[in-house]
């Protein structure tokens, strides 16, 4: 009890749901990637926001559309032996939301990155840590574009 005390004295406020724009209540996502885990996490958050995602732009009220949806890595550092030590991860989207008369959303571009050390000898664990990172990077920007959206 004094917990939520504390916070509510400090001005936290828990996020609630997502108020999207009405002009959105019916969106196609323009993209040449539906199978890009951007893809997949945007379409899902913007359907659980309450969004009709349809087939056809013929259908939508509103364009999300994903112009860029790059991802990948950098090394950092080598080895005296010349052999990565540590990288960089990267995920770069652009995106803009369009309605049949206006722009909602001008567009713009959200870039991730994340770094992690390499251990040639813990290879699958490495594998399995940058696919991690990788996830963790598209929810972050997923995030941002929602809050984005929600302030049109």
Same mark, same amino acid.
């Given at each position: 009890m004094?917990?939520?005390?504390? +916070?509510a004295?400090?001005g936290f406020?828990?996020r609630?749901?997502t108020? #999207?724009?009405?002009?959105m209540a019916?969106t196609?996502i323009d ?5 890009s885990p951007?893809?997949q996490? $945007?379409r ?6 309450? /969004?009709?995602i ?11 559309? $994903?112009?860029?949806? /790059? @991802?990948?890595?950098? $090394?950092?550092?080598v080895?005296?032996?010349n ?5 960089e991860?990267?995920?770069t ?5 369009l @309605?049949?008369n206006?722009?909602l ?5 959200? @870039?991730l990155t ?6 040639e @000898?813990?290879?699958?664990?490495k ?5 991690l990172?990788r996830?963790? +990077?598209?929810?972050d #920007? ?5 809050i984005?959206l929600?302030? /049109?």
């Amino acid at each position: 009890m004094l917990g939520l005390l504390l +916070l509510a004295g400090c001005g936290f406020q828990m996020r609630g749901a997502t108020s #999207i724009p009405p002009e959105m209540a019916r969106t196609y996502i323009d993209t040449g990637d539906r199978h890009s885990p951007f893809y997949q996490r $945007v379409r899902r958050e913007l359907a659980s926001a309450g /969004i009709d995602i349809v087939d056809s732009p013929l259908e939508a009220t509103a364009t999300f559309s $994903v112009v860029s949806d /790059i @991802t990948g890595q950098r $090394v950092l550092s080598v080895s005296a032996r010349n052999v990565p030590t540590e990288f960089e991860v990267y995920y770069t989207v652009a995106y803009a939301v369009l @309605t049949e008369n206006e722009s909602l959303l001008e567009t713009r571009s959200q @870039t991730l990155t994340r770094d992690y050390t390499w251990d040639e @000898t813990r290879v699958l664990g490495k594998e399995r840590e940058e696919q991690l990172l990788r996830d963790a +990077l598209v929810d972050d #920007i997923v995030r941002v574009v929602m809050i984005q959206l929600s302030g /049109i």
